[in-house]
């Protein structure tokens, strides 16, 4: 396998070719001594005649490091076993320290993430949700506490949060900073800022009472018309991503503050004790969870003892206002896009390569009804040439529907300069423009028995069980269409 670097906008492999990567989220949100989830032969076997070939293994704090300063050797010794799987089958992985209401609390209130030692709640006590997992963010004020002493780098156990949580990610950096298969690391999924949050909630709900009665965005009279047809679809499309944004917006502000006061001096700490260890593995900016929504991100790029680290990415999440909800089979396209192209505007921004980290959120992978929504967020990616991570794996994702949309035909290297990608659903056709080095090859994934129409030589590199299979085309140096038709 190749190291996997960065040129600019885009990833790179080691004969320069860029790359794009596609897979799941396959989290670990239990604990446990070992990993939930059985990565075996037949697992990766399944992954890569599907076309994917990174994982973002969601693993969190309280499993590695139970009690302080002891780390699990027979957890680590299943991650161990799924590295080694991974790299058998050509699949990267990106480590991700999962997190989600800072900790589980002991089973309470639906989170996970930091062992409870970690936890300083200063005497709150944790509560179950009553609506949706994520209301605790806003409302738990042991959430705000736990997360307030973790920003401030405040003691446990005679030593500070953050010191000890870096010291966690030297360690995993050590174990498996020298094997192929490492894409990266995750450094914190999604962020929360404390009890700051509070002064947020009040200034949400001005904004949202102000874009409500005053936006010329809000199309009131398909709203009163929905409502009086007591359609849940036609209700949600009238809400459009523009007037989120424009709520969404007046939090810019206290997001800004808290990047440049909390969060980058966090990521450029974690960062150097990864490089004190070891030079591989891209660090991802992830973005906090109210950038989720719509919110600008402001944090500047990872620097490493005041120079620019070169192995940085960026990784949004983003879904519809529905998600965690009966009403997600009416997810709307169209507003997610809205939160999509802010985080385009921070990838600009940032000058590194993106790839959706999260996105997605259906629960039931049998349930085809969202599909059109999940269709139109897959070809804005491909607009973007971004790769995907969807959110999540749930044990027979790769027998079940879902793959019927996931499994799509993607480029995996292309050697040369990339233009566009895109499938054609009407014609049942993919396309892929770019302008060949002539010197390496170019690789696809074809989800389907398919006709290549191309300028160059083709070969069939791997032919799945499935049907699916990895083309490789050899192209002399210029402008190169590459038309894959599916029987």
């Known amino acids: 396998m190749d190291r996997i670097t960065v040129q600019q906008l885009q990833f790179a492999d080691a004969q320069g070719r860029m790359r794009i990567f596609n897979g799941m989220n396959i989290d670990d949100k239990q604990i446990g001594e070992t990993f939930r989830y059985d990565l075996n032969e037949e697992f990766f076997q399944k992954y890569t005649a599907h076309g994917f070939n990174l994982i973002r293994l969601a693993v969190q704090w309280a499993n590695l490091e139970p009690q302080p300063g002891v780390y699990s050797e027979r957890y ?5 076993a799924i590295f080694r799987l991974a790299e058998q089958y050509g699949v990267y992985i990106l480590l991700d320290m999962h997190q989600d209401l800072y900790s589980g609390f002991g089973g309470v209130g639906g989170g996970d993430g930091a062992p409870d030692w970690a936890c300083l709640t200063d005497g709150a006590v944790p509560k179950p949700y009553k609506f949706v997992w994520a209301e605790a963010y806003v409302f738990g004020k042991w959430v705000h ?32 900073g020298e094997s192929p298969a490492l894409f990266g690391y995750d450094l914190l999924n999604e962020p929360a800022p404390g009890s700051a949050a509070k002064k947020m909630v009040a200034r949400l709900a001005l904004s949202g009472a102000r874009q409500i009665l005053t936006s010329k965005k809000l199309r009131r009279g398909s709203i ?10 036609r209700i949600l499309d009238a809400v459009p ?14 997001e800004k503050d808290f990047d440049f006061r909390f969060y980058l001096p966090f990521l450029n700490k974690m960062a150097a004790a ?63 896009k809205t939160f999509f192209h802010e985080m385009r505007n921070s990838q600009l921004r940032l000058q590194v390569p993106a ?34 991570l969807y959110w999540d794996y749930h044990g027979d994702d790769l027998d079940a529907p879902l793959m019927q949309m996931l499994s799509r035909s993607c480029p995996v290297a292309v050697a040369g300069e990339l233009i566009r990608y895109g499938r054609d659903p009407v014609h049942r056709a993919f396309t892929l423009e770019y302008e060949a080095d002539g010197m390496n090859e170019t690789v696809l994934y074809a989800h389907r028995p398919c006709a290549v129409d191309c300028g160059g030589t083709v070969r069939t590199i791997t032919q799945y069980p499935n049907g699916a299979s990895l083309l490789g085309i050899a192209a002399d140096a210029g402008k190169t269409t590459v038309v894959l038709t599916f029987e």
């Open 224 to 233: 009163a018309a929905a409502l009086i047809s007591r359609d849940p679809k």
């Open 241 to 254: 991503g523009a007037i989120i944004r424009d709520i969404m917006d007046k939090l810019d502000g206290y």
């Open 274 to 336: 990864i490089r004190a260890v070891t030079p591989n593995g891209i660090l991802m900016i992830e973005q906090p969870f109210l950038c989720n929504g719509g919110v600008r991100l402001s944090v500047p790029p990872i620097t490493v003892n005041g120079k620019r680290e070169p192995l940085q990415c960026f990784g949004p999440h983003a879904y519809d206002m529905t998600v965690d909800t009966p009403l997600y089979q009416y997810a709307n396209a169209d507003r997610v």
């Open 355 to 388: 790839i959706v980290g999260e996105w997605g959120g259906c629960s039931d992978n049998r349930d085809t009804a969202w599909f059109g929504h999940a269709d139109e967020l897959l070809d804005y990616f491909d607009g973007n040439q971004w790769g995907q």
């Open 145 to 176: 506490n736990c997360f307030d002493h973790f920003w401030n780098n405040d003691k446990a156990e005679g030593k500070g949060l953050q010191d000890r949580y870096a010291e966690l990610w030297q360690m995993l950096a050590r174990r498996y």
């Open 76 to 80: 680590l010794a299943s991650i161990d």
